[in-house]
């Protein structure tokens, strides 16, 4: 059981220099702003829940909120370009790496039925799960959408499935009675295991519903919880930060706001602890910009300090790209081996497929290195802190197509009269970046040209040298005629990595797979850690249940990789397990696979 505990929290003003930098050249003149927030308090209680049984097909008020309350992409939508990487195919192999192990994660019956008390039948039938993991003190912790469980490193769950929305004392996001009653909207979960201080962290998004119309409305927030000891079964201090951007609540007044702070992503230095997201206005989901939040690591785990600087990011690209910047990805390290330059730097990368101008049309063959310099003072009173951005040569590329999937049995599609969906595969964006043994990794979806001819989704990842300002090491993962799609890399203190992805395609129902990654040869055998049994089969991927959207079933949008202190790299990716209900809900039939290969 969780025994969560609140601190009163005091705001100070902060301040940040932005210095806009292209090639290593600076730039003319201030490329942002910032602003200073207050934190909010909250007090909750989390709970464990009896496991339930599937809902009936009978579709109830308010079951589905995918894709009405959420952008299908995180950039914008645009298709493949001319100029598709040709790549070569790397073969699928039997067996397991020396010392593999995994176990079952989070699936959607899990996360649909989470909940008790106020909040029992009160969780949104979500796709996809979004999947969020850390591991640190011998446990596991495994996050999707809207419910999260802690297990120990042998896969014996230490805790039931938990609702986020009980965890953060959100409102429930659906009451079913007639009519419906809605809450608070809750998605995109991140957590973080520091390795420095032995504190777990977890992020979530939230909107307000009105309660009669579950439409969005005003305010919105970011839910941060940070336990108070190493153990994640414990208590756990909960704060909430404002994220409108409309005035309201000491938010700054950005133009075409009340907003929301889309997929939160999360990451730390020696110094501070980083949150960026993806600013969409509420009235039409338009875009406006990377947001950018630094805390002082020990005072928001101490309680000491909880005021953050508030960065917009945004300007930083529309002036060179004519697009805002989006999805800053904020390093993490596996160790707590930090970049101490300049008052201690915290990294972060991002794509620049901005799909804006004749220049770059919607493929690129550029990454950003951002710098946030002096970081240390994030432990003054009056933090001063740089934000540089360096624009990288890498690699191409570009818009991945949608993936088709090995024809199998059918569940919810023998009910809707529809074929097997398409698995989307979203966009060319940056995934999780690690710094380790001084170089940052990271990988993406592009589309890639195979030899046969096939253009399908690949992966093309990237090892940035910040010392020198460029990609070190680079190159594709493609397996002839199949997708292989949504990357997460898992990099050791001494640079051994590991990639977790989802490998699906006329011969592979989709399943969870990964590859250990070498810098000097590339990307080794794709192994499957858990090989799906049947096609993907959810809503999202039907017209009759998700509003009359094309058939493509939502999938993914990011796996998850992270190293442990002995050297382990811990990863989690969708896979397709069962076909029939109660093993899975009568909507959805989503499952995750959590994995860990040794590199010793």
Known sequence: MFHLTARRLVAATTAATLILTQLAVTGAGAAGSSTKFTLQRTHLVGTTRPIKQAPKITIQPGEFEIPEH?????????????????????????????????????????????????????QFSLEPPDQALCVGNGQVLEGVNNAFRVYDTLGTPLTAPTAYSQFFHAKPEVIRSTPPVFGDFISDPRCYFDPDTQRWFQIELQITQNAS??????????????????????????YEIATTDDGSAGTPNRTGCPCFADQPLIGADANGVYISVGSYTLAAFDFTGAQLYAFSKSGIETGTKTSAVHIDAGPFTQAQFGAP??????????????????????????????????????????????RLTN???????????????????????????????????????????????????????????????????????????????????????????????????????????????FPSIGVTAAGKAVMAFTLVGPDFFPSAAYSVLDPSTGAGPVHIAAAG??????????PKLNGGLPPVGRWGDYSAAVADASGNVWMGAEYIRDLLPPARTDFANWATFVYKVPTT
């Open 70 to 122: 959420e952008p299908n992409s995180k950039t914008r939508r645009h298709t493949s370009a001319a100029g598709t990487p040709s790549v070569s195919t790397t073969l699928v192999v039997a067996g397991q790496v020396s010392g593999f192990a995994g176990f079952d994660g989070l699936n959607h019956k899990d996360q649909r039925t989470a909940g008790t008390g106020i909040y029992t039948n009160t």
């Open 325 to 370: 910047a989006f999805d800053l990805q904020p390093a993490t390290t596996p160790t707590g081996v930090y970049a101490t330059g300049n008052g201690g730097t915290q990294y972060f990368l991002s794509s620049l497929d901005l799909t804006a101008g004749p220049s770059l049309g919607v493929r690129s063959s550029q990454l950003g290195l951002w």
């Open 375 to 485: 970081t240390a003072s994030l432990a003054n009173a009056t933090p001063s802190l740089t934000l540089a951005l360096t624009v990288v040569n890498s690699e191409l590329y570009t818009q991945p197509p949608n993936a088709v999937q090995k024809k199998g049995p059918l569940y919810l599609g023998n009910i809707v009269h529809n074929p097997e969906e398409l698995i989307n595969s979203n966009e060319d964006r940056l995934q999780q970046v690690v710094y380790a043994n001084g170089k940052l990794w990271s990988a993406i979806n592009t589309a890639v040209k195979q030899p046969n001819g096939a253009v399908v989704t690949g992966i093309g990842w990237f090892v940035v040298n910040p010392s020198t300002d460029t990609v070190s090491n680079q190159g594709y993962l493609s397996v002839a005629g199949q997708t292989v799609t």
């Open 533 to 542: 049994r049947f096609p993907d089969d959810g809503f999202s991927g039907y």
């Open 213 to 238: 119309t579950g439409a969005f409305e005003a305010p919105t927030n970011l839910f941060i919880a940070v336990s108070d000891s190493a153990d994640a079964t414990s208590t756990w201090t909960v």
